[in-house]
């Protein structure tokens, strides 16, 4: 299986099920969630601090902490939200269908990923759920990733083996597709 984001991926609708279960410990109050975002941005052994979604980096904003890398969509549970100020990113731009992750996307997380001294912002024309899978299996070791879980909280995810082989998995229920 190819994991390097050299396909697109496609999320048949009888795998959908796999994917609603939380990848990692779910934070719920909202206490808890603004605890946990001060707690990890003080913690200097991080490698990078990842949010997944405009609900979980809005979040990291309003405790004054900025990700090392954002990737929203603009929209929360599909609807439209009104545009936030992300001029303390550097920002990009990529599209990224639902119920997909698309060859581009992962390339532009890998990259920022790879990027060391600069906060990125990824804005994605689409969809932006899935990527935290490409996000955990390129982060490095002990990463933290937060994600939000609709109607639930957020996820925290710290970045280990056993996490990526994990990611890895789900990303088999998933469809390669080609270009051509």
């Given amino acids: ?27 719920c109050e909202k206490k808890d969630i603004n605890r946990i975002i ?24 309003i405790n004054s902490i900025i ?37 581009a996307a992962w390339n532009k997380i890998r990259s920022a990923i790879k990027k060391d001294d600069n906060k990125i912002i990824i804005k994605i024309t689409g969809e932006e759920d ?15 990733v937060l994600y939000g879980q609709p109607n639930e909280g957020v996820v925290l995810v710290t970045v280990t083996k056993k996490m990526k082989q994990k990611a890895r998995q789900l990303l088999l229920r998933m469809v390669k597709v080609d270009e051509n």
Wanted: aromatic letters at 10%; a negative charge; proline letters at 8%.
């Fill in 67 to 103: 990700p090392d890398i954002a990737i929203i969509d603009e929209k929360v549970q599909r609807k439209k939200i009104k545009k936030q100020d992300y001029s303390l990113f550097e920002q990009e731009v990529v599209e990224n269908p639902p119920g997909s992750i698309t060859q």
């Fill in 1 to 27: 299986m190819d994991f390097e984001g050299n396909k697109d991926y496609f999320l048949p609708e009888d795998q959908r099920k796999y994917f609603k279960k939380p990848l990692d410990e779910l934070f």
């Fill in 130 to 144: 899935l990527l935290v899978l490409p996000v955990i299996i390129e982060a490095p070791y002990n990463s933290k």
């Fill in 38 to 61: 001060n707690q990890i941005s003080n913690d200097e052994s991080i490698p990078k601090i990842i949010s997944v979604g405009d609900v979980v980096t809005q979040t990291f904003l």
